[in-house]
Each structure stands twice: as C-alpha cells, then as structure tokens.
T-cell receptor, first 114, second 112 residues
Framework: KAGVTQTPRYLIKTRGQQVTLSCSPI?????VSWYQQTPGQGLQFLFE???????NKGNFPGRFSGRQFSNSRSEMNVSTLELGDSALYLCASRPESPNVEKLFFGSGTQLSVL | GNSVTQMEGPVTLSEEAFLTINCTYT??????LFWYVQYPGEGLQLLLKATKADDKGSNKGFEATYRKETTSFHLEKGSVQVSDSAVYFCARQGRGADGLTFGKGTHLIIQP
C-alpha cells in the first residue's frame, strides 16, 4: 500500500507570492491533517479535513487555507507569503475513525521563501 | 493552552548507552500521549503511545510510562544503537478531534 505522498518535495518562492501544496493520503484514509515544522516553533497543527470538510483548525492566520477533494486528496494554500512561512509542511492521513495512533505522515514539502 | 515540553538537544551518546529523553505535558482533558520519531529526510513515524495513567508504551526497545502525578512521559531505552539517531518528538492529544500538540523535538546522535 502506498504511503502518504506530498508534492512537490521542495519549493522556492518569493515574498508576496502564493503557493499550493498537495497531499495524497493512503488509499482508504478519509482524514488529512497538515502541520508546519520550523526550527524555532517545532511542529504546529494547521488544520484537519475529513470528507471534504474542515474539522479542526490550529492557530494560524487566514493566509493559510486548505481543501479536500472527493477522492480525499488535499491541498494547502498559503497566500501573500512571508519569510517566516519558510518551513517543512507535513501532511498526515488516518482512517475514518479518529484513531490518532493510526496517523501516517508524508515526507513533507520543504518551502523556502526568499 | 495545551503544551508539551521536552529536553532540548542535541543529545549525543555512545552506542550501547542508556537513553532518557524527558517530556512533560499539560494534563487538561486527560490526554493521550505519544512519541514520534523522524529519521533524516523522512516524515514522522509513531514510535509508541499511552492513553491513560500508568500505561506503558513500548516499541523497538523504547519505553515510556504515562505518569499522571508528575505529568511526565519520559522516553527510555536500555542500549541505544547508531540506527536510533533521529529526532524524537513527544506529543499529546486531548479528547475529541483536536490536532496533536508536539514538543519541539530532541535530536539524538549515537556515536559508534
């Protein structure tokens, strides 16, 4: 069974631009979560989607948004990029039941904002 | 708010040494507790978990016990190997659909 797939693996943008990151969950998993990882703040929860609906949201500004498609694939968008948005963005999927120990992470998208 | 505090790294040990990585958590809402591991260039993997007080999670020789009285969930291993070199994250999750709250991670380096 293929794991969680995130694309692209690396991305370089400049301030003010916007970016879209993609995540394909493990087949059969309907929940997708996004996390931001930085050296200073560590891992922080962005949001979770389940059946195309945002189920929970972390403490990030409105520039960070996401969506989930009917096939459970998810995209995350960041508008008006700032230098501080440079981070590793991790996606995680899990089956239908809210069973956190079955959370599977992708390898992440490394975003650099110049 | 909810938080997880773990010892800052890097932690450097020799092979076969005893490992302890400290972790404390906020106890609000009777959380479940986890240790995740991140190997270079990879995503996070669940290492072990405990869902209630006095539970002991274990995997690959690692252990951690859910201590309610000290709000701690320290990770231990009796004899580390070079292949254990990675970043270790302690995490909590309250009841319901909240996301995980992670500690800042501890970079473990094992030297041969």
């Amino acid at each position: 069974k293929a794991g969680v797939t995130q694309t692209p693996r690396y991305l370089i943008k400049t301030r003010g631009q916007q970016v879209t990151l993609s995540c394909s969950p493990i087949s059969g998993h309907r929940s997708v979560s996004w996390y931001q990882q930085t050296p200073g703040q560590g891992l922080q929860f962005l949001f979770e989607y389940f059946s195309e609906t945002q189920r929970n949201k972390g403490n990030f500004p409105g520039r960070f948004s996401g969506r989930q498609f009917s096939n459970s694939r998810s995209e995350m968008n960041v508008s008006t990029l700032e230098l501080g948005d440079s981070a590793l963005y991790l996606c995680a999927s899990r089956p239908e039941s809210p069973n956190v120990e079955k959370l599977f992470f992708g390898s992440g998208t490394q975003l650099s904002v110049l | 708010g909810n938080s997880v505090t773990q010892m800052e790294g890097p932690v450097t040990l020799s092979e076969e040494a005893f490992l302890t990585i400290n972790c404390t958590y906020t106890a609000t809402g009777y959380p479940s507790l986890f240790w995740y591991v991140q190997y270079p260039g990879e995503g996070l993997q669940l290492l072990l978990k405990a869902t209630k007080a006095d539970d002991k999670g274990s995997n690959k020789g690692f252990e951690a016990t859910y201590r309610k009285e000290t709000t701690s969930f320290h990770l231990e291993k009796g004899s580390v190997q070079v292949s254990d070199s990675a970043v270790y994250f302690c995490a909590r999750q309250g009841r319901g659909a909240d996301g995980l709250t992670f500690g800042k991670g501890t970079h473990l380096i094992i030297q041969p």
